[in-house]
């Protein structure tokens, strides 16, 4: 709306108060220059699979001091209560690595990224599910699906696991294999039944619903650092799908520059962790070789980590 078209006791149009102009700040201190966390790019870009990619195309902040990185806004924002002014580097590192380890949470939501994704339509559905993120995807019900599809090699058809009923492991004998692309190839050409309903004047929100889930989607994905983590940590998972592994180990490869020291600490404190139970702990104690539980699975899970802690495997 203009300012014209308001009407004349809107509030917008009353004169600014006085003191309420915004005082620029440049740089925000004396000889220290700002730079770009993204090297002055306006997308960086990581393929994934046939048709899929990760692209970082905005982050907050978008300008760090020279020489640091988008770690310095999780560092002032942990300082803000003290009202201490720039520490040392090795002084921000250790206080992102305590604020990693005692789950202080709050400072990694002051930095955010904004992903432009596309991905397999099952991917997107496992992925949608992290809440906390700001979607906007592409409308079939506006646009025509692009033919791109998600099919992987031979080799990377997986058999179903036994030991997993969410998941597959090993590759399955190259006759099978074969047999289900033919069966991906079927439903591929269903594309061409999608174009010619259209043609036929059925609405493209209708004319969309026979086409397969490895179709490609696509969408923008904004979100702040600590939910971006917490969605790697799950997705990075080895219980997670191979797919969407794949995605989140392009979004890590876009991020880590960004935020070094972060991504170290989470690594060293997180994804790298072991995390005991009182029974896992009770057991180490004790020396016994299995922990006190009738849980097949809690049990298989103790040595699994007994294994990752270089402990002896249990008799
Ligand atoms: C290996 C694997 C297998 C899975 N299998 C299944 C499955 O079979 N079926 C299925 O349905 N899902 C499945 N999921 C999805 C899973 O249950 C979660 O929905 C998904 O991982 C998102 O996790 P999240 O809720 O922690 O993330 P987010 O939605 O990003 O939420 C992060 C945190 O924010 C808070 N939060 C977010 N929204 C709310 C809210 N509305 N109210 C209160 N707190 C909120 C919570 O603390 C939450 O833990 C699976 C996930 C994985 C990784």
């Given at each position: 709306m203009t300012r014209a078209a308001l009407?004349?006791?809107?509030?917008?149009?009353e004169p600014k108060p006085a003191g309420t102009e915004p005082i620029r700040r440049?740089?925000?201190?004396?000889?220290v220059r700002l730079v770009d966390v993204m090297g002055g790019a306006e997308r960086l870009e990581v393929r994934v699979h046939d048709h899929g990619f990760v692209a970082?195309?905005?982050?907050?902040?978008?300008l760090a001091p020279?020489?640091?990185?988008?770690d310095a806004a999780i560092v002032q924002a942990a300082r803000v209560s003290y009202g201490q002014g720039t520490k040392q580097v090795s002084e921000d590192r250790g206080l992102i690595r305590y604020l990693m380890r005692h789950r202080h949470t709050t400072p990694f939501e002051m930095v955010e990224f904004k992903f432009h994704c596309a991905m397999p339509i099952f991917v997107a559905r496992q992925w949608i599910r992290h809440r906390t993120a700001n979607v906007n995807e592409y409308s079939g019900r506006y646009s025509v699906m692009p033919d791109r599809f998600y099919r992987p090699s031979v080799e990377k058809v997986r058999r179903q696991s036994k030991s997993n009923r969410q998941g597959g492991e090993g590759p399955i004998e190259v006759g099978a294999a074969e047999r289900f692309l033919e069966y991906l190839g079927a439903s591929e050409a269903l594309y061409e039944r999608y174009t010619r309903s259209q043609e036929e004047g059925v609405a493209r929100e209708l004319a969309r619903?026979?086409?397969?889930?490895?179709l490609y989607t696509e969408w923008y994905w904004k979100c702040d650092l600590h939910n971006t983590l917490r969605f790697l940590s799950l997705r990075l998972d080895?219980?997670?799908q191979e797919e969407i592994r794949d995605y989140a180990r392009a979004m890590w490869a876009l991020i880590e520059p960004l935020v070094p020291v972060t991504m170290e600490a989470f690594r060293d404190y997180e994804m790298e962790s072991v995390r005991l139970t009182r029974l896992e702990v009770e057991a180490i104690r004790s020396g016994a070789?299995?922990?006190?539980?009738?849980?097949s699975r809690e049990r298989a899970e103790w040595e699994s980590k007994r294994r990752a802690l270089g402990l002896d495997p249990a008799e």
């Open positions: 009407p004349a006791e809107s509030p917008i149009v440049v740089p925000p201190a004396e000889g970082l195309v905005d982050a907050m902040p978008r020279e020489g640091q990185t988008a619903i026979g086409l397969p889930q490895s080895a219980h997670a070789p299995g922990i006190d539980s009738t849980n």
